[in-house]
T-cell receptor, first 112, second 114 residues
Framework: KAGVTQTPRYLIKTRGQQVTLSCSPI?????VSWYQQTPGQGLQFLFEYFSETQRNKGNFPGRFSGRQFSNSRSEMNVSTLELGDSALYLC???????????FGPGTRLTVL | QKEVEQNSGPLSVPEGAIASLNCTYSDRGSQSFFWYRQYSGKSPELIMFIYSNGDKEDGRFTAQLNKASQYVSLLIRDSQPSDSATYLC??????????????FGRGTQLTVWP
């Protein structure tokens, strides 16, 4: 069974731009969660989607948004990029809320 | 405030030894516990999960949970150099509004030397 896939794997953007990251969960998994990982803050929860609905949202500004499609694939968007948004963005999928979460390879975002 | 604390390390053990990784958490309640391994430059990989008090064994890995003491640990027996990585403890509080959200510790860096 294929794992979680994320595209693109690497991104370089400049301040003020926006970016969209994509995540395809493991086949049969319906929950997708997004996390941001930085050396300073560690792994922090962004949001979780299940059945196209956002169930949970972490403590991030409104510049961070996401959505989930009917096939469970998910996208997250960051608008008006700031230098501090440089991070590894990780997507995790699970069968449903509360089940084990499996991470994709991540998207490394660099904001210049 | 839900917090997960881990010994920051680094933890260094010789090949063949037992590595013991510890994690404490705040806020009692119903929880699920997960251990992830993260190699440098890679994403976290789930290696163990435990839901009930006691021990759970999977190959060389044993997870131990004590909810009364709010403590979960991971033992790695017969440690190998390939076990050298950062180990992340994650807790999920099984309540409606937070179900599905993992709270992570900062990780413990383990080095196994030959």
């Amino acid at each position: 069974k294929a794992g979680v896939t994320q595209t693109p794997r690497y991104l370089i953007k400049t301040r003020g731009q926006q970016v969209t990251l994509s995540c395809s969960p493991i086949s049969g998994h319906r929950s997708v969660s997004w996390y941001q990982q930085t050396p300073g803050q560690g792994l922090q929860f962004l949001f979780e989607y299940f059945s196209e609905t956002q169930r949970n949202k972490g403590n991030f500004p409104g510049r961070f948004s996401g959505r989930q499609f009917s096939n469970s694939r998910s996208e997250m968007n960051v608008s008006t990029l700031e230098l501090g948004d440089s991070a590894l963005y990780l997507c995790a999928s699970s069968r449903g809320p509360g089940n084990e979460q499996f991470f994709g390879p991540g998207t490394r975002l660099t904001v210049l | 405030q839900k917090e997960v604390e881990q010994n920051s390390g680094p933890l260094s053990v010789p090949e063949g030894a037992i590595a013991s990784l510890n994690c404490t958490y705040s806020d009692r309640g119903s929880q699920s516990f997960f251990w992830y391994r993260q190699y440098s430059g890679k994403s976290p990989e789930l290696i163990m999960f435990i839901y009930s008090n006691g021990d759970k064994e999977d190959g060389r890995f044993t997870a131990q949970l004590n909810k009364a003491s709010q403590y979960v640990s991971l033992l790695i027996r017969d440690s190998q150099p390939s076990d050298s990585a950062t180990y992340l403890c994650a807790v999920q509080w099984d309540r409606g509004s937070t179900l599905g959200r993992l709270y992570f510790g900062r990780g413990t860096q383990l080095t196994v030397w030959p």
